[in-house]
């Protein structure tokens, strides 16, 4: 078992006014069917009210603690704007308590400071990335993400993304300087079944394990072989190199290439 190193983070209770309350589902929809499996239970944790857009522009805001959130899988930081008001952010890499960050056009260049794409220049990195004109930060958000400007041309910024995919985003929008923290969280080793049961994940039953009329690898007098073309899942549908995105996805026409392919061993 294997955890991370936080001694990084401030030894601080978390910001009162940003906590909420977030009913849990366990993977059932709003007619009490499961519909994500392996889900319930787990310690209880309350969500942390993170500022994605990071919208007050020209403020400087002063990192006075950096957090652990239990949602999340990189860390927080709490910030101090100077007109009073705080808020949680997205922590970038090598950011410490006591640094000074902005959303500005004319932000430095430096880790947690955040702009518009078209002002960031060609090879640098950036996480926390808006799609959408004012709609916040949507992608590369987890620990130790980072996407790589790569062009800037007609309006958009060619992004190469943590997948190796290459897509075009509306170089208006907002993005913050810099590698989401926590790049370690990537090499944990969970160690054991009751810490998954922590996390709220129930444990997942092999399909060869199963009676025949369960699943499709199920049955047969000790252990058998597949015993179909292509690997399917629980209810028979193909698995295993089946493309799932949809060819008329509004967004088609930005990706400039797809990622690489995963080879198999």
Known sequence: MSVVDYGVLSDVKPMKSALKRVHRASGRNNQGRIT?????????????????????????AKVET????????????KVLYRDG???????????????????AADAALKPGNRTALKNIPVGYNVHNIELHPGK???IVRSAGSQAQVLAQESGYTHLKMPSGEVRKVLWDNLAS?????NPDWNLISIGKAGRSRMLG????????????????YGGGEGRQ??????????????????????HKKYSA???????LRKSRK
């Open 201 to 216: 994940i129930r444990p997942t039953v092999r399909g060869t394990a199963m009676n025949p009329v369960d699943h499709p």
């Open 136 to 138: 916040g930060g949507q």
């Open 85 to 103: 008001e705080r808020r949680y952010h997205v922590a970038p890499e090598g950011i410490k308590a006591g640094d000074i960050v902005i959303s």
């Open 225 to 246: 072989p597949r015993g179909t073309k292509r690997p399917k899942t629980i209810w028979g549908k193909v698995t295993g190199g089946h493309k799932t995105r949809r």
């Open 177 to 181: 300087i810099g590698q989401a923290s």
């Open 36 to 60: 994500m499996r392996h889900q319930g239970g787990g310690a209880k944790k309350l969500y942390r009210m993170v500022d994605f857009g990071q919208a007050k522009l020209n403020i400087p």
């Open 66 to 77: 950096l957090e652990y959130d239990p949602y999340r899988s990189a860390f927080i930081m």
């Open 253 to 259: 026409g930005l990706i400039v290439s797809r990622r």
